[in-house]
């Protein structure tokens, strides 16, 4: 798996969950994987053994010099080190912007990735995640088509979120030494420029995204991001594989990061949950009768976060308490600064990424808020059915797939109007205290381990394998 993003070492969201998570689920199936990720500053190279020395990924005439390191893990995860390329304070950017060389950075982590693949660990599966990643197959067909290494080897692309699509101006081609030839529409070519998910899209075996209903949606216009009729030219090989969650880590009984552990058979624990989150962000005790509204997120227009600013004060004028913890567009990281400021002791906000408070937001709030607008699969509802904390979920992607009437509140029209209609019906539910138990059970009896999925996976990978 070749990935910008995995657990623990490197995460900004859902993916590095993924690809933290889904190779240890797959050795159940027998399959064996290897995991080669980015070594960014923020990794310590203390534990990690150095595996290959001076490995020179060429472009023309650059050069750069790159090692490779294994991180201490169940399964081997490659490291690909190129101090001057990766060792900055960020992954993709700095203060919102990205970096102006990610086109560079990110293929000659691809190269790197293929010699992974050449010196340490044979693989008969390369199994891409994101733009990120889209030029291994995109070299796979082209550089090495003939290379005798490579010969019979199989390219899954999965596609975790089709808003980030890896553009840059077709010059890039040279300078990162692809065939021009695939500059064509059903190659890298889209609106004048290179897109780097494309090349995935276009030149691996075949591509999956992480929902069912998520992979309807992206061939259809609305959702498509101008890729959808090129996506529905792939429908043959296109498939649609909710993500599993690791609940070692995402689970109320065991979770080492909340006030009181607590399960479906007891869930005491859970109001001691509430009443530490509630200190931790100021907000009143009267607030463990009311309904504790929660979410985790990135701050932006995908996760929703218009609509929950457009009607944040209609939503604690039904006496209801409010906590945020999240990053992303400045202008919505002002607005809960400013919301916080505006209705204080019912709103309180954190802008920052904290993955222990975001366990104990889970654990303590009771209603967990996902309006978003597009969502390949999501996984805070996952977690939040776990914890017992029903979700108030926009029916769209994976967000439809997880969540169903009894165990959380859905709405269709994406409008401040019919959230606020979700979530007033929600409040209602809170109400009825039995009604509220009988709902959380219901969610904390879900099961979305990664068996079924990584059962998927691996059954793909079979298949194609025999195609
Ligand atoms: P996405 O990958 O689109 O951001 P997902 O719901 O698939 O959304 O996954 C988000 C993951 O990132 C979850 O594990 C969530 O807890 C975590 N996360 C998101 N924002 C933060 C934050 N500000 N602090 C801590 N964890 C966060």
Partial sequence: MISSEAAPFAKTGGLADVVGSLPAALRAFGDEVAVVIPRYGSIDLKDARRVWDNLAVHFGPDAYPVSIYRAPAEHPVYLVDCPPLFDRKGFYGESGTDYPDNHIRFAVFCRAALSVARFLFRTDIFHCHDW?????PAYLRTTFARDPTFLGCRTLFTIHNLGYQGLFPKTVLEEVALDPAV????????????????????????????SPTYAREIQTPEFGFGMDARLRARAQVLSGILNGVDYADWSPQTDAHI??????????????????????????????????????????????????????????????????????????????????QEHPGRIAARIGFDNALAHRIEAGADIFLMPSHYEPCGLNQIYSLHYGTVPVVRATGGLDDTIEEGTGFKFAEYSGQAFLEAVRAAVRVFADREAWRRMMLRGMAKDFSWKTSAAAYSELYRRLLAG
Avoid: H, N
């Fill in 132 to 136: 990120q990643t889209g030029l291994v």
């Fill in 183 to 210: 500059y064509r529409p059903d190659g890298m070519e889209f609106f004048g420029q290179v897109s780097y998910l494309k090349a995935g899209m276009e030149f691996a075996d075949a591509v999956s995204t992480v």
């Fill in 259 to 340: 006030a009181a552990r607590y399960g479906p058979e007891d869930l005491s624990g859970k109001a001691a949950c509430k009443r530490q989150l509630l200190e931790e962000f100021g907000l009143p005790p009267e607030a463990m009768e009311r309904p504790l509204l929660g979410t985790v997120s990135r701050f932006t227009r995908q996760k929703g976060a218009d609509i929950l600013a457009e009607i944040a004060a209609q939503i604690v004028a039904e006496d209801v308490y409010l906590v945020a913890l999240g990053t992303g567009d400045p202008e919505y990281e002002d607005f809960f600064r400013l919301m916080q």
